[in-house]
């Protein structure tokens, strides 16, 4: 799928921040106090991200969010790449909005990246569909947020996927008029 190949740099410098993040104690965050660490927790949601479980690392994912204090962004952005992979535009859509209102920056630029692609795919569904009026609003979102991913941070885009989505959601504008 284009969308893993697509966040594997913002998700090594993530995986990287919440390793330097980890206290003396080995807890990032707050804990769980009836299901272990909060880096249990999220090593166990890497993990079943990783071998695309992701209903599981959906799961973990939402209560992480809720605990991580200030690495919230970062579970955020993981969680958001998640829903992606496993086909939850919607919510995916929903949490990397999120994320990029209150970041700035390469933060705001993966949020955008996640954003745009999920709007993409949902926006490929609507048309699919033949609902015009959601897809264009799709559509739309996708170019505005791949647009300023791709213009902030390049670096997301090694490969050109975001930059053909983008391409994509401007052809499929144009027809829909």
Do not use: W
Not at 15 to 40: A, E, P, Q
Not at 94 to 106: I, N
Not at 164 to 176: A, H, I, P, T, V
């Amino acid at each position: 799928m284009q969308a893993v190949s697509i966040f594997r740099t913002a998700l090594t410098g993530v995986c990287l921040s919440l390793v330097v993040g980890c206290g003396g104690d080995g807890n990032f965050g707050g804990s769980f106090s009836d299901n272990g660490s909060f880096r249990s927790r999220y090593e166990a949601a890497r993990g079943a991200l990783e071998t695309g479980n992701y209903d599981r690392a959906n799961r973990i994912y939402a209560q992480l969010v809720e605990t991580a204090g200030p690495l919230e962004s970062r579970v955020r952005l993981e969680y958001a790449h998640s829903l992606l992979r496993g086909g939850d535009y919607a919510e995916a859509s929903k949490q990397a909005r999120f994320l990029s209102q209150g970041s700035e920056g390469a933060e705001r630029a993966a949020g955008l990246a996640v954003l745009g692609t999920a709007e993409h795919e949902l926006g490929r569904a609507a048309a699919q569909a033949d609902d015009r009026v959601a897809a264009r609003s799709h559509f739309s979102t996708a170019q505005s947020a791949l647009g300023e991913a791709i213009k902030t941070s390049p670096d997301l885009d090694p490969v050109g996927a975001l930059a053909s989505r983008l391409k994509d959601s401007q052809l499929r504008l144009k027809s829909l008029g």
